[in-house]
């Protein structure tokens, strides 16, 4: 076999060679043309009129008129002006005039990174495709009346399913809250029943009764704990209903809020007290006495994470842990407060009071936008992470549209109608889902285009694995966003402090409780041979009393005697100028 | 015999030139010998060399002026040059003039002057030199990023020669592979082409070698084709497969024997002698004797499983193969082996029933085995059969391949969704097979039919899949009866909504009046700004028309006593004063005037002794009647916070703009977070970084001038990305 392989070879080669030839290469051009075959002499006509045309391609080339392609996209590939815009952070700072090399280099370097960073930020923006839903209605048909039923029976069956009742009705009116990934949801009734569910597969976690009224249910920084305001402590239990802490320090507990990047669990009470207990460390970071009473409303701004709290006398106010007074005192309603809630962007609150109004303020100016007359006023507000108000009056819930616009709303969005009185409201992040607590259980509503459709997987992913969730618990933990920054404006970090440096002294001396540029008093030594008599110490401290005092004078003479002796010097010169003579420059 | 004399005496010359020299060789030795015994008593002495000079006394050791008493004047020298014809005129004038002039030499500088002129003029130079590194020390400076060890050689593989470029020879063992390798005149230095083949490169014109390279790659690929096509074959897992091209082997290597026997009988025999070796090794050995565990293990087996029978069978035949005595075949030695094997118990050769329509593998089992039979039963054509008998069955094989793969195809042109069930019941049965092909053979033609079952479900499924889902889906979303009746509870009221009932009350609200009272607080722009009134679709059920009024009035009579507004106003006003510094009263009563009890300082004192602070900046919310915004500064922020400004920047707002891109991953993409935190320097593990050297400098300051150029590029190429 082996022999016969290289003739077979060599036959068909030399068959190949005949029939096909090598590819033409650009230097071989000349020798084909000088080995010219009789055969093909024939063509050769045709060769060179194939010739001529690339001659004048070339000549052309030559002149100037490029033929190559152009590409009709060069450059880079353009951003849209609105992109770019979302992405933009402050204004662009210009070189001024006069300056420096140093300084010329240092802002010309950070503008082009800036730049590059905007850039790519909209560049990558492409990479959110999801797009939020809407209900739209028929000719003449109100969205508001289409019912929960027809919306699960027209939605696909995993939308569709979104829309449940939990008959719930011994334990009394629910509260609720849902995680920050927006896959798990906590019940607690007022009598007691706590459950947390992961509520798209309606896998029951955990159910209890803690055997006590429970005022609220919040989740902590993962569905792994969770937090419960009872009759008298706060307590901590795990997602198996596990007590792992009873909180004394936190009793009374009415309304309670999670600050996710501060791991901050703040609390306000029914004797006016607002807490807040630092989750990772477990340790109460701040208690302010609010001296507004009862505080059982309560809401959390996620642009600052400042606390509002709203009271019976119509004001809502503003906390941060560092301050001991509110920051921001409103007057919004002539009644009592019943509500509010805050947006994503913490530009806008909307609040409703005793005197059934609801109210849209923007928060960055303090001031009111519009104001609505609600029936029934409401009792529960919350605002969807794409800005959908759902206003709970009575036994009705209602979703408005645009109500973070300038203009007022005329009527709702939506509207569904439930058993018993609605006592927690809450929109499931990264869904088109509204949790309704009330007094016959739980109802999820489904409500289009209320969640926002792209999320951001590193921080909540609804959709990540036990192991990412660790991995996520450990880098938050990290990245953990001390109290001390909580402000009214949470870009103060950025800016330099321009204290005078006494101000910023007394600030010192005040948090660490004593002066550390002071000095010490003078302490005599103790000497032997008698000279350590009350009396030679007497001498010796008043050698050195009022030292700085005694060097202040002393300076301040010196200065004087200076002084006068210039002056005095002044004066002989013009003394001397005047009575000069001819004759004295012959004195000697 | 003149030769030999002559020959002779030129030895005896030769040899009294020897003993002359040994002669004097021996006088040498004899100094020598003095020498050094002289040489042992005192040390060496210095040699003297004398020299003549004329003077009184004539030291055998050195010149000296001793014997004059004085030292020699110039006079003395000059009065000898006056005298000497030969000395110039000019001398003698520089002479005398120089006897003439009283002046002494000055002092040489001390020690510290000199010292400090020396430094002067080496700083001056030292710093000549080195203000040639400025430039690059200034770069360095404002790089943004250094890169060390800074003559990095270029990533990546490096050719042979240049690795060895640098390499001498050491060890005796790279010597010795040197010398060979220089010997066979092999290349060192450039192995791209031995002298060798350049030569025979050389010696053929270019066609040819075209010729020869083509034919070369030719080969070159052939033998690529047939590496993956065996290695093709060698990967498909079924055995039948390889036994019938074993099979097929061995018929083709028959063919080829029996034609070397015509043509190559040498060869053949060869061949022969192999088979022979093959046989007795096989007879040896108990190889393919039923006596192994394996063998022993299907023996218990065999009773019930064929396959396990037939395995049997096929070894034994192998063995009956092999220790078959090679001769020229011959017809009754056919006979013999046809008896061996109908020594195998009949059931062994028994046809199976049809066991699946589907699987290939199990048809052409079945065609095997009624080839069997046919060869059987016609013995006379077997010889001849049997030889097609396995290129039959390749044939067959491949034809049956093509036409599944049609019929795949068409499958997949007439549903898609088909094929995916298809194929999974397929993978299902060939998993059943693997798992009970050796036990319940016979059991499975019931589950092919089972399988076919399933095809045909899997046909039908479309719509019945459909109405299970919907099943499951209603089982999902409607959660029993209770449920269904409380949804239609729900969903009833619906309809009896009135939309227009709420306006009146609106009408009602709006008309409310509008403020109590005067205040500084503009009210209407704080409570009572115009309420829009909603229209609900359905009214709240908990609350009446009269119960509304009812909790109205109550409201009001509830909250009649505290005045909302007002305290407002007061806290604010508070506030403000709290911020507002206090005025201080310098007032001394009893100064100036008479004091005492009931008497206050007079007006004029009052005016002239209290000092007004300035005024603070304007609040916050000076504008804003319905807001208090406290003034506290947050300290807390401050710790954090940059104090002072950093060095190029000449205002905060400078500095601020500077820094408000953050440059964290939350903010940015990963690319510029990498470049925003990249390393000021990078420094390559285990590398030595060595002081830079001006040659050195100079292609720093070139390549750094290329990289700014790179830099942008880089970024260019990073946005193309995103076109």
Request: proline share 7%.
């Given at each position: 076999m082996a022999a016969l392989v290289p003739e077979v070879l060599t036959s068909t080669h030399v068959e190949k060679m005949n029939k096909k030839k090598p590819p033409k290469r650009y230097w071989e051009e000349t020798e084909n043309t000088d080995q010219r075959r009789p055969e093909e002499e024939q063509g050769t006509a045709v060769q060179n009129q194939n010739k001529s045309t690339v001659k004048e391609r070339s000549l052309k080339r030559k002149n100037g008129e490029s033929l190559e392609k152009k590409d009709p996209f060069s450059g880079e590939a353009p951003i849209p002006h609105k992109q770019l815009q979302k992405f933009q952070r402050g204004e662009k700072y210009k070189v001024p005039a006069g300056a420096r090399q140093r300084l010329k280099e240092a802002i010309i370097s950070s503008e082009a990174m800036s730049e590059l960073a905007q850039k790519q930020a909209a560049r990558y923006d492409l990479l959110l495709p999801e797009d939020a839903g809407f209900l739209e209605g028929d000719e003449d048909e109100d969205t508001n009346t289409i019912s929960q039923d027809d919306i699960a029976d027209a939605a696909d069956i995993t939308s569709g399913s979104k829309y449940f009742n939990l008959h719930l009705s011994q334990f009394g009116p629910y509260r609720l809250d849902y995680g920050r990934t927006g896959r798990h949801l906590l019940v607690g009734g007022k009598k007691g029943h706590v459950a947390c569910i992961d509520w798209q597969s309606k896998d029951l976690m955990c159910e209890m009764n803690v055997m006590e009224t429970v005022n609220d249910v919040k989740w902590l920084h993962t569905e792994a704990m969770f937090a419960v305001a009872q009759k008298r402590w706060l307590y901590i239990y795990d997602s198996k209903g596990l007590e792992l802490h009873c909180v004394k320090k936190f009793n009374d507990v009415l309304r309670m809020q999670f600050l996710p990047y501060h791991f901050l669990l703040a609390t306000a009470s029914a004797t006016g007290f607002l807490q807040y207990l630092d989750v990772s460390v477990g340790k109460e970071i701040a208690a302010i006495c609010t001296k507004m009473g009862r505080l059982d409303v309560m809401s959390q701004n996620p642009h600052n994470a400042v606390i509002h709290l709203g009271h019976p006398n119509g004001t809502i106010s503003l906390w941060s842990p560092n301050q001991k007074e509110p920051l921001v005192k409103i007057l919004c309603h002539r009644g009592a407060v019943r509500s509010l809630t805050v947006d994503k962007t913490g530009t806008y609150m909307v609040t409703s009071g005793l005197d059934r109004k609801l109210k849209v303020y923007d928060i960055r100016a303090f001031k009111p936008l519009h104001s609505c007359f609600l029936p029934a006023g409401a009792s529960c507000l919350s605002l969807s992470q794409r800005g959908l108000l759902s206003a709970a009056t009575g036994d009705i819930v209602q979703v408005y549209q645009n109500v973070l616009g300038s203009s007022p709303v005329s009527k709702p969005y939506m509207a569904h109608r439930l058993q018993g009185q609605i006592w927690g409201l809450a929109y499931c992040p990264f869904e088109d889902v509204l949790g309704i607590g009330h007094g016959e259980g739980f109802t999820s509503m489904i409500v289009p285009g209320a969640g926002e459709p792209n999320f951001d997987a590193l921080d909540t992913n609804p959709f990540r694995s036990s192991k990412q969730r660790q991995e996520w618990e450990v880098k938050a933990l990290l990245e953990k966003v001390q109290p001390e920054l909580i402000g009214l404006d949470p870009g103060q970090l950025s800016k330099v402090d321009q204290a005078s440096f006494e101000q910023r002294h007394k600030e010192h001396v005040e948090a660490l409780g004593f002066d550390p540029l002071a000095k010490d008093k003078f302490k005599p030594k103790t000497k032997k041979k008698g000279r350590s008599s009350a009396g030679a110490i007497e001498k010796r401290k008043r050698k050195v009393a009022h030292e700085d005092q005694r060097d202040k004078i002393r300076q301040t003479v010196q200065e004087r005697t200076e002084r006068d002796k210039e002056q005095k010097e002044k004066s002989n010169e013009k003394k001397n100028l005047g009575n000069k003579s001819t004759l004295d420059r012959f004195r000697k | 015999m003149a030769a030999d004399e002559e020959e002779l005496s030129i030895n005896e010359q030769a040899i009294s030139a020897s003993e002359e020299e040994e002669g004097s060789d021996d006088e040498r030795k004899h100094k020598k010998l003095l020498e050094a015994i002289s040489s042992m008593g005192s040390r060496k002495r210095k040699k003297q060399n004398e020299r003549s000079e004329a003077s009184v006394q004539v030291s055998e050791f050195f010149v000296n002026a001793e014997g004059t008493g004085e030292k020699v004047n110039l006079s003395d020298l000059l009065g000898t040059v006056e005298k000497t014809s030969g000395a110039s005129n000019k001398t003698k004038k520089q002479l005398r003039n120089l006897q003439s002039s009283k002046e002494t030499l000055e002092l040489p500088l001390n020690k510290q002057q000199t010292e400090k002129i020396q430094r002067g003029i080496a700083y001056e130079k030292t710093a000549a030199e080195v203000s040639c590194w400025r430039n690059i020390i200034l770069q360095n400076q404002k790089a943004e990023q250094m890169v060390f060890p800074l003559n990095q050689e270029s990533s990546g593989p490096k050719r042979v020669e240049q690795v060895v470029a640098g390499w001498k020879v050491q060890t005796p063992l790279e010597q010795e592979i040197f010398r060979l390798l220089h010997i066979n005149s092999q290349p060192v230095d450039d192995p791209v082409l031995t002298p060798v083949e350049e030569q025979s490169l050389k010696a053929m014109s270019l066609e040819e070698a075209k010729i020869r390279r083509a034919e070369l790659q030719k080969a070159r690929a052939l033998q690529s084709y047939y590496e993956a096509k065996a290695k093709r074959e060698k990967k498909i897992k079924s055995k039948k497969y390889h036994r019938v091209q074993k099979k097929a082997k061995c018929k083709d290597f028959l063919k080829q024997f029996d034609e070397m026997v015509k043509t190559n009988p040498e060869g053949a025999l060869e061949e022969l002698k192999k088979m022979e070796l093959s046989r007795m090794e096989e007879r040896m050995s108990l190889k393919h004797q039923n006596s192994g565990k394996w063998a022993k293990s299907k023996a218990i087996m065999a009773k019930y499983d064929d396959s396990a029978r037939k395995a049997m069978q096929e070894q034994l035949q192998m063995n009956k193969d092999l220790t078959q005595k090679i001769v020229v075949p011959s017809d009754d030695e056919h006979e013999s082996n046809e008896e061996g094997l109908e020594t195998i118990p009949d059931f062994v050769n028994d046809s199976e029933p049809v066991i699946d329509s589907v699987n290939p593998w199990m048809r052409g089992q079945l065609t095997h085995e009624e080839s069997e039979v046919s060869c059987v039963t016609t013995e006379d054509?077997?010889?001849?059969?049997?030889?097609?008998?396995?290129?039959?069955?390749?044939?067959?094989?491949?034809?049956?391949?093509?036409?599944?793969?049609?019929?795949?195809?068409?499958?997949?042109?007439?549903?898609?969704?088909?094929?995916?069930?298809?194929?999974?019941?397929?993978?299902?049965?060939?998993?059943?097979?693997?798992?009970?092909?050796?036990?319940?053979?016979?059991?499975?033609?019931?589950?092919?039919?089972?399988?076919?079952?399933?095809?045909?479900?899997?046909?039908?499924?479309?719509?019945?899949?459909?109405?299970?889902?919907?099943?499951?889906?209603?089982?999902?979303?409607?959660?029993?009866?209770?449920?269904?009746?409380?949804?239609?509870?729900?969903?009833?009221?619906?309809?009896?909504?009135?939309?227009?009932?709420?306006?009146?009350?609106?009408?009602?609200?709006?008309?409310?009046?509008?403020?109590?009272?005067?205040?500084?607080?503009?009210?209407?722009?704080?409570?009572?700004?115009?309420?829009?009134?909603?229209?609900?679709?359905?009214?709240?059920?908990?609350?009446?028309?009269?119960?509304?009024?009812?909790?109205?009035?109550?409201?009001?009579?509830?909250?009649?006593?505290?005045?909302?507004?007002?305290?407002?106003?007061?806290?604010?006003?508070?506030?403000?004063?709290?911020?507002?510094?206090?005025?201080?009263?310098?007032?001394?009563?009893?100064?100036?005037?008479?004091?005492?009890?009931?008497?206050?300082?007079?007006?004029?004192?009052?005016?002239?002794?209290?000092?007004?602070?300035?005024?603070?900046?304007?609040?916050?919310?000076?504008?804003?009647?319905?807001?208090?915004?406290?003034?506290?500064?947050?300290?807390?922020?401050?710790?954090?916070?940059?104090?002072?400004?950093?060095?190029?920047?000449?205002?905060?707002?400078?500095?601020?703009?500077?820094?408000?891109?953050?440059?964290?991953?939350?903010?940015?993409?990963?690319?510029?977070?990498?470049?925003?935190?990249?390393?000021?320097?990078?420094?390559?593990?285990?590398?030595?970084?060595?002081?830079?050297?001006?040659?050195l400098a100079v292609l720093v300051l070139g390549a750094n001038h290329r990289n700014k150029s790179k830099l942008s590029i880089a970024f260019s190429s990073h946005s193309l990305r995103f076109k």
């Open positions: - | 054509v077997q010889t001849a059969e049997e030889e097609n008998e396995e290129e039959e069955l390749v044939g067959e094989f491949e034809r049956k391949r093509k036409l599944r793969q049609v019929v795949e195809e068409d499958v997949v042109e007439v549903s898609d969704k088909e094929e995916g069930d298809d194929d999974d019941e397929e993978e299902e049965e060939e998993e059943d097979v693997s798992e009970f092909n050796t036990l319940f053979r016979l059991m499975r033609s019931e589950k092919t039919l089972e399988g076919s079952n399933q095809t045909r479900e899997g046909l039908n499924t479309p719509g019945q899949e459909d109405e299970d889902g919907f099943l499951n889906e209603g089982q999902i979303r409607v959660r029993n009866i209770e449920d269904l009746e409380v949804l239609g509870e729900v969903v009833d009221p619906q309809p009896i909504a009135e939309p227009s009932l709420p306006q009146a009350v609106a009408v009602e609200a709006t008309s409310e009046p509008p403020n109590k009272k005067k205040r500084e607080i503009d009210l209407k722009e704080v409570l009572t700004k115009e309420a829009k009134a909603v229209k609900v679709p359905f009214l709240p059920t908990v609350v009446d028309e009269e119960e509304r009024d009812e909790q109205i009035s109550i409201i009001k009579e509830a909250f009649a006593g505290d005045d909302v507004i007002s305290d407002f106003i007061k806290d604010k006003s508070k506030r403000e004063a709290a911020g507002r510094p206090e005025v201080v009263d310098l007032t001394l009563p009893g100064w100036g005037e008479w004091g005492g009890v009931g008497l206050k300082p007079s007006r004029w004192k009052r005016k002239r002794f209290r000092i007004k602070m300035a005024p603070p900046p304007p609040r916050q919310d000076q504008k804003l009647p319905d807001v208090i915004i406290s003034e506290n500064r947050n300290a807390s922020v401050a710790s954090h916070q940059v104090s002072q400004l950093p060095f190029p920047f000449q205002n905060t707002a400078q500095f601020e703009s500077s820094i408000r891109t953050p440059i964290g991953p939350t903010w940015n993409t990963q690319s510029v977070v990498k470049n925003m935190t990249k390393p000021k320097v990078i420094t390559k593990m285990g590398a030595i970084i060595e002081p830079m050297d001006a040659f």
